[in-house]
């Protein structure tokens, strides 16, 4: 699984758009399949990686899916991530 994230984490700082909403969608497949290992092995790669692309306005279709892909990592995280997340999103939802 860290060769694949690996990967697909390098697709998320792609210019074109539709590449990030790829990687994000891959992102969110793999964390409903393979939680909690994902989330156990990179929730320090993974989350800030969603939560700046929930910053990318000009594109709001790669903005939904990055939410829609938080939701499905958060699935499966601990409580104790769960709560330093929540509040780095409360944070950031304070900038909307």
């Not at 984490?9 to 969608?25: E, G, L, S």
């Amino acid at each position: 699984a860290r060769v694949i994230v690996n990967l697909v984490m390098k697709f998320f700082q792609d210019p074109h758009p539709r590449v990030r909403y790829a990687a994000i969608h891959c992102i969110g497949q793999l964390s409903s399949d393979f939680g909690p290992l994902i989330q156990d092995d990179h929730h320090h790669q993974i989350a800030p990686q969603l939560m700046a692309a929930l910053r990318d306005a000009t594109h709001p279709r790669v903005q939904a899916h990055a939410g829609a892909a938080l939701i499905n990592f958060c699935e499966h995280c601990s409580k104790a991530f769960l709560k330093s997340t929540c509040k780095n999103l409360w944070k950031f939802s304070l900038h909307f």
